[in-house]
């Protein structure tokens, strides 16, 4: 499994015009919605949410990368929203948040090492001033794409 395997152009927003953390997050939920990688965003929320409670997702440099592991995931796949202002989020810098990154990962046995996979993968490439900063100004989506997969 390869960064370039799970972002898919279809479920990111480069135009995320969201205020707070939970408008970010639901929107992003509805993409994962809309692309058929969930079957319900209400639950899918709650597993989110979940996650939440155990400690920020905020990794730093404008960046956050919710996720959790849950039973409404049909595939493994992740939403990705770069907004225009930065928006509060809980943080490792305490700066807020540009992009976000939503995991869609289900609850199967391999879930969590799915899950610990998906977040070092991404994790390599967030590590990384320039992807970062390529994303972030990024006009579409095969610009956030090229951002984390080249």
């Keep these: 499994m390869q960064v370039k395997d799970i972002v898919d152009v279809n479920t990111i927003k480069t135009d995320l015009d969201v205020k707070t953390k939970d408008e970010a997050i639901r929107a992003l939920a509805e993409v994962l919605l809309k692309n058929d990688y969930i079957t319900n965003v209400e639950d899918f929320l709650k597993d989110i949410y979940a996650r939440e409670a155990q ?24 939403a990705i929203g770069i907004t225009n202002e930065e928006i509060p989020w809980e943080t490792l ?39 970062i900063e390529a994303m972030l100004q990024s006009n579409n989506a095969e610009d956030v794409q090229a951002a984390l997969c080249n």
């Design 55 to 78: 400690g920020q997702t905020g990794i730093g440099n404008y960046i956050a990368i919710p996720h959790g592991n849950s039973a409404t995931v049909k595939k493994i796949g992740v």
């Design 93 to 131: 810098d305490g700066k807020g948040v540009k992009g976000i990154i939503l995991f869609a990962v289900g609850k199967e046995n391999e879930g969590a090492q799915t899950h610990l996979k998906l977040l070092s993968l991404f994790a390599r490439k967030l590590g990384n001033d320039e992807v």
